[in-house]
């Protein structure tokens, strides 16, 4: 789904032509899918077990992230707002913009959290016996 919204935002910027359904359709779908990452997030991340200082750096971070992600949706609405209001290129543009760059975030929070969640395994898991 990041990918996908990442090359649809992508062809925003280059004013590729999209219905403006097309346009609502592919933001709501991208929505949903982080809104059910940031509610279904593993909950290993929210865990308060003690974990070195570098993980619980890193589990910082990706609590962080959750938080400004949810903040970075509505902004998503709120540039589509503006383009279904007054549909023009520049706006097309910037919605564009905003979507590339939040599909780049969202890509390497979730390598960070898979690698957070690896080594977190691999701190906490109980010695073999």
Same mark, same amino acid.
Do not use: K
């Given at each position: 789904?990041?990918?996908?919204?990442?090359?649809?935002?992508?062809?925003?910027?280059?004013?590729?032509?999209?219905?403006?359904?097309?346009? !609502?359709?592919?933001?709501?779908?991208?929505?949903?899918?982080?809104?059910?990452?940031?509610?279904?997030?593993?909950?290993?991340?929210?865990?308060?077990?003690?974990?070195?200082?570098?993980?619980?750096?890193?589990?910082?971070?990706?609590?962080?992230?959750?938080?400004?992600?949810?903040?970075?949706?509505?902004?998503?609405?709120?540039?589509?707002?503006?383009?279904?209001?007054?549909?023009? @290129?520049?706006? !097309?543009?910037?919605? @564009?913009?905003? @979507?590339?760059?939040?599909?780049?975030?969202?890509? !390497?929070?979730?390598?960070?959290?898979?690698?957070?969640?690896?080594?977190?395994?691999?701190?906490?898991?109980?010695?073999?016996?």
């Amino acid at each position: 789904m990041v990918e996908w919204f990442e090359r649809v935002s992508y062809r925003l910027v280059l004013l590729e032509e999209y219905s403006l359904e097309d346009i !609502r359709r592919a933001r709501e779908a991208f929505d949903a899918a982080v809104r059910r990452h940031l509610q279904g997030h593993d909950p290993r991340i929210e865990l308060s077990v003690p974990l070195p200082a570098d993980l619980s750096e890193r589990r910082t971070v990706l609590r962080a992230d959750h938080a400004w992600f949810a903040v970075s949706l509505d902004q998503l609405r709120w540039f589509y707002r503006i383009v279904e209001g007054e549909d023009h @290129g520049g706006h !097309r543009q910037a919605l @564009g913009q905003y @979507g590339r760059v939040f599909a780049e975030a969202l890509q !390497r929070h979730r390598v960070e959290e898979r690698g957070f969640l690896a080594a977190a395994d691999r701190t906490t898991a109980a010695p073999i016996r």
